[in-house]
């Protein structure tokens, strides 16, 4: 019976594990007046997107009819990440040294935000895998219709917390 119970006892042991129950990695952001520090609320027109630079694979059909293989270097592609009314986001960062975000206010009106990191990769445990923590450098902005952005905390890993405050003017 001992012998049974101790069985049991392990076998439980080696199927749970301690691994985090978030193991992605995002930048969050605030959205501050700049006057008062109040909540700020991005409305529906506003739309970001992320930036990265990769190589990508184009086939090309020649006028005979077949088909070529090329490879465009350091291209710059984009992605939606954000389109709702939000008064903060939570983004993912690039695995390269930098992350490109662009807020879009409207078709002519946006900013660019660049965070430059360095890239951390973090192992729990083996049975958790690899994360990826960050670093944050330094942070570049336009200010088209921002005012500021404070790095509030530059450790970017699993936790839910606060890394910048974006301030906008009160109208």
């Known amino acids: 019976m001992i012998l049974l119970l101790s069985l049991v006892f392990m076998l439980n042991g080696c199927n749970s594990n301690n691994c985090p129950l978030t193991t992605v990695s ?4 605030e959205f501050l007046n700049s006057t008062d520090s109040k909540q700020h609320t991005m409305g529906d027109s506003v739309v970001i997107t992320g ?4 190589d ?23 992605e939606i990440l954000y389109n709702k009314p939000t008064t903060s986001m939570s983004l993912p960062l690039s695995y390269k040294s930098t992350t490109t975000y662009v807020i879009h206010y409207s078709k002519k009106m946006r900013d660019t935000i660049v965070v430059e990191h360095k890239n951390i990769p973090y192992i729990e445990s083996i049975d958790c895998g690899t994360m990826m923590f960050y670093k944050v450098n330094n942070i570049r902005y336009t200010t088209n219709a921002l005012d500021s952005i404070e790095t509030v905390n530059p450790d970017i890993n699993n936790e839910e917390k606060i890394n910048f405050n974006i301030y906008f003017p009160t109208n």
């Open 56 to 78: 990508v694979t184009v086939n090309d059909t020649l006028k005979d009819g077949t088909v070529t293989t090329r490879i465009v270097k350091d291209s710059l592609l984009n």
């Open 26 to 29: 995002f930048a969050h952001f």
């Open 51 to 54: 930036f990265t630079v990769a």
